[in-house]
Structure formats: C-alpha cells, structure tokens
C-alpha cells in the first residue's frame, strides 16, 4: 500500500504528483513496491485524484485529517486473500525495491508484523499481518499510521535493518525536493 493522500502544504502542491527523476512520485513507489515484491499494489490518494498505471487506486474522502484516515482507507480496501500489508509512503523517493524485499523476506520467513530501520531506529517502510489490521486501523488516527501499534506491540514486530540499502528521507520542502533530487540524479 503506497500512501500518496496529502496535500505537501509545506511544499505548496500534492506529493503524489512531484516529479524526480524524471517520474512521479506515486509512479516511483509503485514501481518500487512492485520490484521488491509487492502485488497487488494499493494507492491511497486524497488532495491529487490521478490515474496511477500498474496500481489500484482508492481515494482517501478524509484525506485532510491526516495519514491515519489513509491507513484505515487503505487497509479497508484490501481484496481477500491478502495476508500482510506493506505500507509506504509517497514522499519517501530513497526507499529501494531492496528494503521492500528484505520485509517481504521477513514475512516469508514468519514475521507477523516488521519495520524497516536505519540505524537501528524504526521508520517505514512497514509490514503489517492480517491478524493485526484491526488493531492498526484503530489505532491509526490523526496523522498517524501505523507507529502507535508499533510501540504498543514491539513484542511481535521484527525489526529489519535496511542501512546501506535505503534511506527514510522525505520530501517536505522545496530543499528537500532539490537535495533528493541530486542524490537521485534528476
């Protein structure tokens, strides 16, 4: 699940629609989720309604009160028959198909709940079983996600160190955006 709802008001235009690189941001994490492993992938979008190749989108109509309302919108749209949840956020352009992978492996290999770090803190993106969708949906409010299950539940989540393959920067500002960019290459 990619969250891509907000309005970026600290950047002044919605994230989702932010090109680096030469591609959109929504597009880039789609694309990442996809090659570490993620199918079928789930968009959550609020502020930018746009068409989003390779991806099923759902529009987030409390997309204003925060990224919880995206979490709750995102895990009640999940089909049948998925089993875990990997949650991702937009602005989040460093996030590798190769931290995907490493907690899609954790889930293979029996985690339940996991969360990618660096440098040992926790921080997205996050891997999230069925059996605990509830207790994240209820606890997901305002903006935000899945961190308070995360703490309340740290005895079931693994962590899944993601240094040297990724990094959490976001995009707030324009000087995020150019810093990114250049790390990025566009």
Sequence with gaps: MLLAAGSGSRLGRPKALVEIGGERLVDRGVRTLRAGGCAPVVVVLGAADTAVPDAWTVLNPDWASGMGSSVRAGIDALPDGVDAVLISLADQPLVTPEAVARLVAAHAEGARAAVATYRGNQR???????????TVHAMAVDDVGARPFLRAYSHVVTPVACDGVASPEDIDTEEDLLRLSGLIGG
């Excluded at 997205?124 to 509830?134: A, D, M, Q, T, Y």
Aim: no cysteine; net charge neutral.
């Design 124 to 134: 997205n993106p996050v891997l999230i079983g069925r059996e605990h969708w509830s």
